[in-house]
């Protein structure tokens, strides 16, 4: 034993049979001198550039200095979980946020398995073993504070400290395995660092498992249930989904591999889109068209959005799809045994939530754009379901959206409920009436006439020139009742967050809403929103491009919108 590393060699082998690995090296603290880059403000979510500018020498070094010294002491002893979407860089940035995450003091780094783990996952994770927050990677969405987006006074503070930076710190001679998953402690200058490689899915699947009847769900897939198997197809578009897929739908809930496309993670995404929306998952579409499947779903890169078709196409609106869930929450095990408390839509949503909310008698809350203004509300316990038009749906199991969890819920309904998604939707329109809605997005815009465009709208809602005012489209008229750009009040504390987008109301309830995106990454992203009610039963399966069109052409008048920028067509319509 007195050999030269005969002892050591044998405890790390030791240490390493029951799952982690001992460096006994001293890492090395060191410093690099480095200068502040322009404009690494964290916007609603998080910092988005291009890969490209991420790729700087220091750049992603700053901001995560910024990030870890924003923390104050707190840094010291913390634990944080890290991961990403699998795009292409995650796994590089993902090494260096460990190599300095030692170097500042944190205690302990949570990572997913070769640095991937889907947007809720992270959620799941920063709930499951309260860890101090996270830093997620992708672009699709924001890094996390304690139980959601980073909360604004903790964005402004990093952005305060790219200011001024001089000098980060780093530990570069860590090494992790990230395709190993288990343990690895580190002895550091300034203490110990403890490195964990999880299974990025098993966490997650654990929750789903708790909210959810997965054999009822399996059954009703398998056709083990007494009726013809429910066929279902789920495409990852090439982004973080691929092995929560593959292990939940098809390992566990028995769904054929070959109904999972796209489900290899691609560090381009295979060159497509990642978002899931009838234009840019136009292949699911396509599939759904074939009429060989009962349900077909997609989410984005980073696993929070999701998009439901039914047979043959039928496409559910976002919008819908919450009405439906929360007509039909008490489907779900998880719910049955917390109840049902509020319900909450982003104020773009169509209406369509709350008419249940009223039937239900429950609590329903309008938010502006963005999720983090759900979390104090589920952090309250006021709401148990909430969702966007921007196709993200979720609940307070954790404090994202959470593509699968919606199509696990819609499983779940359909399951016991015994109908189809078409015939789903449709009874419902029947029983609450219909809110037709459609989004036009204007992509890549030029930011002058963009913003040109806004403030016009503001000035007409503050001369009052809009109110009263009719506006006639073919046999349709549209008399304004009300036009402001929207403003909210947390209910829990208090803050006032204004200018979240210009809405126009009209006397027969209809709305017009006009937003600049805040996470687009390249110019600007013109959204105009159009949500129409209609409870003529005789109307209410026609189709939702055609009923809006003169409401569409409302929206484009008062805007101005093809006049200040050139645009015939929306980039995107869903
Ligand atoms: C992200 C946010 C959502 C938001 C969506 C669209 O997914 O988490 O809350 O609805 O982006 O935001 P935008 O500002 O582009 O309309
Ligand atoms: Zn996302």
Known sequence: FMEEQYTENFISATLHAMGGHLKRSTLVVGGDETKPFDGQKPGTSGLRKS?????????????????????????????????????????????????????????????????????????????????????????????????????????????????????????????????????????????????????????????????????????????????????????????????????????????????????DTLEDFGGGHPDPNLTYAKELVELMNTGEYDLGAAFDGDGDRNMILGKNGFFVSPCDSLAVLAANLECIPYFQRTGVKGFARSMPTSGAVDRVAVEKKMEMFEVPTGWKFFGNLMDAGRISLCGEESFGTGSDHIREKDGMWAVLAWLSIIAMRRQSVEDLMKKHWFNFGRNFFTRYDYENVETAPANQMMENLEVLLNDGSLIGKTFTQGNKEYVVA?????????????????????????????????????????????????????NDRSLIECASQDMLLPLVAVGLEISQLPQLTGRTQPTVIT
């Open 51 to 263: 890969t490209k500018v991420f790729m700087q020498t220091n750049y992603v070094e700053n901001f995560v200095a910024a990030i870890l010294g924003a923390l104050g002491d707190s840094v010291k002893g913390c634990t944080l979980v890290v991961g990403g979407d699998g795009r292409f860089f995650v796994k590089e940035v993902a090494a260096k946020i460990i190599e300095m995450c030692a170097a500042y003091g944190v205690a302990k780094v949570i990572v997913g398995q070769d640095g991937i783990l889907s947007t809720p996952a992270v959620s799941c994770l920063i709930r499951k073993y309260t860890t101090d927050g996270a830093i997620i990677l992708t672009a699709s969405h924001n890094p996390g504070g304690i139980n959601g987006p980073a909360p604004e006074g903790v964005t402004n503070k990093i952005y305060e400290l790219t200011k001024s930076i001089t000098e980060y710190r780093i530990c570069p001679n860590l090494k992790v395995d990230l395709a190993v998953t288990g343990l690895t402690n580190f002895t550091t200058d300034i203490g110990t660092f403890t490195v964990e490689v999880i299974d990025s899915v098993q966490d997650y699947m654990e929750l789903m498992k708790e909210i959810f009847d997965f054999p009822k769900i399996a059954a009703l897939l398998k056709g083990d249930d007494g009726r013809p198997k429910f066929n279902i197809t789920v495409n990852s578009l090439h982004g973080v989904m691929g092995p929560y897929v593959r292990k939940i739908f098809c390992t566990e809930l028995g769904m054929p591999e070959n109904n999972a496309v796209k489900c």
């Open 482 to 534: 009300k036009a402001d750009n929207f403003e909210y009040t947390d209910p829990i504390d208090g803050s006032i967050s204004k200018k979240q987008g210009i809405r126009v109301i009209f006397e027969d309830g209809s709305r017009l809403v006009f937003r600049l995106s805040g996470t687009g990454s390249s110019g600007a992203t013109i959204r105009m929103y159009v949500d129409s009610y209609e």
